[in-house]
C-alpha cells in the first residue's frame, strides 16, 4: 500500500503541474515578461522566496518535471550568480537523491518499467561497471544525456548513495554556475537555444573527458590485451 500511496502522489504532483500550465508558467517568455515583478517581490521577501525557489527546484527535479533550465535562469536573475549557483546545486542534488532513493528503495518495478523503455539507459548502466565515479561524474558534467535518465540508471548498478550524491554534486557545478550566470543578463536571452552555445559544450566535454581518463587508462593497461 505505501508503494501505491506513493506512486499515486507522485502522479497527482505531475498531474497538477500540467493542469495549472506549468510548461507555460515556467517557460522563458514568461519568466522575461514578469521579471520585474519576481525581481521587486524577492526584494521583499528574499528568505521566502530563497525557500520556495529552493523547493520548487527540487520538486521539479525528483518529478522529472520540465524547465529546469528556465529554473536555473531564473535563480541567477532573481539571486545572483553566486547565491543562484548554490541554490541550484543544493536544490538539484536534494531533487536527483531522491529519485535515486525512490528508485532504488521503494518504486523499483515502476522505476524499472520506464527504463526499459529507453535504448540509451542499458548502455548507461554498462558504463558504471568499470568506474562508477569517473563514469558518473563524466554523465554529469556534459549536458548531452537526460538529466532525468542520469538520475534514474545509476539505482540500478552498484553505484553507491554517498558515490552518487558527490559526484552528483560535483558534476553538475560547472552548469550550475553557467546558468546562473546567464541568469543576470535574462532580459537579453531570446531562446534556451543560445544558452548552448558551442563554446559552452566544448568546455563541458573536455570537463567530461578529464573524468573518463581513469576509466581509459584501465583499457590500456597490457594485462587487458593478454601483455
Known sequence: MQKQHMLGLLALAI???FLLDGPQVFS???IREHRQAL??????????????CGVAYALSTALSLPGGT??????GFLFGRWVGTGLILLAATLGATAVFWLA??????????????HALSQKLMAG????????????RLVPLFPFWLVNLAPAFTQVSLRTYV????????????????LGQSLGGIE??????SRQTLLALSLLGGLALIPVLSKYMQPNRFGG
Open 15 to 17: 498531474a497538477t503541474f
Open 28 to 30: 522563458l517568455d514568461n
Open 104 to 117: 532504488r528503495y521503494l518504486l523499483a518495478d515502476w522505476a524499472r518499467e520506464r527504463l526499459q523503455g
Open 166 to 181: 558527490i559526484t552528483t554534486f560535483i558534476g553538475i557545478l560547472p552548469g550550475s554556475f553557467i546558468f546562473a550566470n
Open 70 to 75: 528556465v529554473l536555473s535562469l531564473l535563480l
Open 128 to 139: 558504471f561497471q568499470e568506474d562508477a565515479f569517473n563514469y558518473l561524474l563524466f554523465l
Open 39 to 52: 525581481s521587486a517581490f524577492t526584494e521583499r521577501h528574499y528568505l521566502a522566496m530563497l525557500l520556495a
Open 191 to 196: 531562446s534556451l537555444d543560445e544558452l548552448f
